[in-house]
């Protein structure tokens, strides 16, 4: 596997919320590991969320004795959510804090992935597609009807997510395993870029630098910059060869 990552603040905000952990390498049983997380709350509680969650999901993997892929990544989210609430009820300004989190492992061509949120996962190879499923109040409109897929990205509550770890007592990821190829081209991204860049341009700016994905992660936060950059922008673009 080769990967890169990199997080922006971002032109319109003071504090950078995002937060990503990128590691080629073993991490407790899992042959690697990548994470987005997307914090959220009032002052430095959003930075304090996306961190403390990255950071105890890596701990909990680490030290986790369960044996399935999906078991262990499921158990480190639930233990990193209680963490995450009982730290905001131990600081009152933190309280009502809370991230998204999107995090996957290439297993034998086998990625595992999961997700709470409204932060991405792409597969990108001879086309772009979407992998996760957003949990946000738009997403909802979408399959009801209500908003077309196309307008979703302009609504003026796209920022409302109906999931994220440290919201409640017990937290829901979804879970995936797609097949990968060598060619193949995994993302994992915050709304700072996908509610910047819609998908045909991240597609494009990816195949036109696959062979350098970390000229691609730079370039990617440039476009979501020069698009307005509204938001904290966090990306991994990762290969499984």
Known sequence: MRA??????????????????????PVGALPNLLIVADGMGGHNAGDFASRFCVEGLVSAIQNSSEKTVIGLIENAINDTNEKLILQSRQQSDLEGMGTTLVVATILEHIMYVANIGDSRLYLINDEIKQITVDHSLVEEMVKTGELKKEEA????????????VGANGKVTADFFEVGVKEDDIILLCSDGLTNMVDDSEI?????????????AVQQLINKANECGGKDNIA????SDI
């Not at 319109?12 to 990503?20: A, S």
């Open 4 to 25: 890169y990552s990199a997080t922006d603040v971002g032109q319109k905000r003071e504090v950078n919320q995002d937060y990503v952990y990128c590691n080629e390498n």
């Open 153 to 164: 990205r302009f609504h003026p509550k796209k920022n409302i997510i109906t999931r994220a």
């Open 203 to 215: 597609f494009n700016i990816v195949q036109q630098n696959k062979d350098n994905l970390d000229v």
């Open 235 to 238: 990306i991994v673009l990762a």
